[in-house]
């Protein structure tokens, strides 16, 4: 069985990322996996401390090439998005070119990336989402998935402004969200578009209510993530995303 080494860029008060990955990478039947994470500090989810906190990525990156990963999350969805359309692949770009400085073959994801690129592999274009933050974040999320051509058929935003709280979000209370949203036309619910927001215990409970595809940033991340070390995403009890193999991407 082959062994890999997955690095995490995280906001310093993120809790829920470092949980979610690797419990689901743990369910996989041909691979084990060890994580590695490095922090960059941010306490509110605002424009302000996001912009500061991506300024900390060529850091994390360095601590991570020391460690030897095969594969990188850049875990932060709204970090990402809130920069403006397409800003995920100027991010994975950039990351690739440092590691590849270093001298290290190891695949990148973005949270960000990871969630366009999931849907996109599964053709799900009318998406509704679910999301932890203020309506100003919120809004800035839509339209960066809407310039990437997904049609957002409803939202909903907790306004959640303190990452910490994002992260003690109960269950209950995301899928109340998801209830009032209009699905009617959805091919696939987001029920946390954040990797902070907790999620994973309720998707296949929210699947089988809905009738309708679920996932979330963790599920992404952990989908695109074994897709680009060549690895079945098949893993059990984790919503449709990954309830197949699709090809890898290497």
């Known amino acids: 069985m082959s062994h890999y080494r997955i690095g995490m860029i995280v906001p310093s008060s993120n809790v829920t990322v470092e949980t979610e990955i690797?419990?689901?990478l743990a369910r996989h039947p041909d691979a084990t996996f060890s994580f590695h994470g490095s922090r960059m500090r941010m306490a509110k989810v605002t424009p302000e401390e996001l912009v500061a906190m991506n300024a900390q990525r060529e850091r994390?990156?360095?601590?991570?090439?020391?460690?030897?990963?095969d594969a990188l999350l850049y875990a932060c969805l709204v970090a990402v998005m809130a920069q403006g359309p397409g800003e995920h692949r100027r991010v994975e770009s950039a990351v690739a070119e440092q590691l590849a400085e270093r001298g290290l073959p190891a695949s990148l994801v973005s949270s960000a990336g990871a969630l366009?690129?999931?849907l996109a592999a599964k053709s799900w274009g009318r998406v509704a989402l679910v999301m932890p933050y203020m309506k100003p974040l919120a809004q800035q999320v839509v339209a960066y998935l809407e310039a990437e051509g997904i049609e957002i058929v409803d939202w909903a935003a907790l306004e959640v402004g303190d990452n910490t709280?994002?992260?003690?979000?109960p269950g209950d209370r995301v899928v109340e969200a998801a209830r009032g949203l209009d699905l009617s036309r959805a091919d696939a619910?987001?029920?946390?578009?954040?990797?902070?927001?907790?999620?994973?215990?309720i998707i296949p409970a929210v699947e089988a209510e809905l009738g309708l595809p679920v996932l979330s940033?963790?599920?992404a991340g952990a989908f695109c993530?074994?897709?680009?070390?060549?690895?079945?995403t098949?893993?059990?009890?984790?919503?449709?995303?990954?309830?197949?193999?699709v090809g890898a991407v290497r």
Do not use: F, H, K, Y
């Open 189 to 201: 619910l987001v029920v946390s578009c954040c990797v902070q927001m907790p999620s994973l215990p």
């Open 225 to 232: 993530l074994l897709r680009s070390l060549g690895l079945s």
């Open 22 to 24: 690797p419990a689901l």
């Open 234 to 245: 098949e893993l059990p009890d984790a919503g449709s995303l990954l309830a197949s193999p």
């Open 217 to 219: 940033a963790a599920t």
């Open 60 to 69: 994390c990156v360095d601590e991570l090439a020391d460690a030897g990963v």
């Open 116 to 118: 366009v690129d999931a």
């Open 165 to 169: 709280e994002v992260g003690c979000i």
